[in-house]
């Protein structure tokens, strides 16, 4: 827990962030899991990733812009994503965080933005995953992702089990025919509003898990833990759902021969694809959420 809330808060120091993303080191450091700085960078991954049997899901790294003006850029980079991904074919939803929209400044300015990309996405056959963030944006991105749904219908819910209210919003997406992707959840929240410890995150994902495999569309369960994943293919063959109708997602650059293993075993594997300049803090979440990344990249390091 020490080394976890250590690289939580320097994900959030600007003056380490503007240091590391300068610095001729950053691309090895990082080269794992970000897909590159440019969109054509990214593509050429999930061209990669496809040509494997694996989906991908874009995402333009950036959040918590400074001013809304920057909203329209992030729109702009998106569109542009999704008109690629129909040329090329690719098999490839885009993931967006609404704080790169311009939560922060208006939460109707930042819909609006929104709404321009998941219309694009309706027109194109595509769709749309909203990422959930830190805990006083999960209202506004539920409300967000509640009226899209219904203008558009192509948008998925993120849903982190570390909350103690996901098991009421699952219930509440469900009814409604939302799309969740179920994670475990990367941020710093006091145990008021989040479970504390990593055994009760694991159980609250199992049950909500659970409440997804029986209520809900098109689930995702977004993890890299073997036992849950175990456990959540036990209980989908229990309630007699088809492999193929059950999602497995995954960070790019982690447990690469387990997602080899899922789709040969007939799952659909979704990697989630980062590429863009402003990877720090998505770069020390991934560190954080599971130490062996940290590891990983220490040893690769000193190798040489």
Not at 197 to 211: D, F, M, S
Not at 241 to 249: A, N, S, T, V
Not at 251 to 272: A, H, K, M, P, T
Request: proline share 4%.
């Amino acid at each position: 827990m020490l080394l976890r809330s250590l690289l939580l808060f320097l994900s959030r120091q600007q003056w380490l962030r503007r240091w590391v993303e300068n610095s001729p080191i950053s691309q090895k450091l990082t080269r794992r899991f970000i897909a590159g700085k440019s969109l054509e960078e990214g593509l050429a991954v999930v061209t990669r990733l496809n040509a494997e049997g694996i989906l991908a899901t874009l995402d333009c790294l950036g959040e918590n812009i400074t001013s809304i003006d920057e909203a329209a850029g992030t729109r702009d980079a998106y569109l542009e994503a999704l008109r690629q991904i129909a040329e090329l074919h690719l098999d490839s939803t885009v993931s967006i965080k609404l704080t790169h929209f311009g939560l922060d400044f208006s939460e109707r300015a930042c819909r609006g933005y929104v709404a321009e990309v998941v219309a694009e996405a309706e027109r194109l056959g595509n769709s749309v995953e909203i990422d959930m963030e830190a805990y006083p944006y999960v209202e506004p991105t539920l409300r967000t992702v509640t009226d899209l749904h219904e203008r558009f219908g192509c948008v998925r819910a993120v849903i982190q089990a570390y909350l103690r209210r996901s098991e009421a919003d699952i219930e509440v997406l469900c009814r409604r025919g939302i799309p969740v992707r179920l994670c475990k959840g990367a941020y710093k929240e006091p145990a008021s509003v989040a479970f504390p410890r990593k055994r009760q995150v694991n159980e609250n994902y199992r049950r909500l898990a659970a409440l997804l495999i029986e209520k809900g569309t098109r689930p995702a369960m977004a993890t890299h833990d073997e036992r849950i994943i175990a456990d959540v293919i036990r209980m989908a063959k229990e309630r007699g759902l088809d492999p193929d109708r059950l999602e497995f997602q995954m960070l790019y650059g982690i447990r690469r021969s387990l997602q080899r293993r899922l789709v040969s075993e007939g799952y659909r594997v979704r990697l989630y694809v980062p590429y863009g300049v402003a990877w720090y803090p998505y770069f020390m979440r991934r560190l954080a959420e599971r130490p062996a990344n940290l590891f990983f990249l220490v040893k690769n390091l000193l190798r040489r």
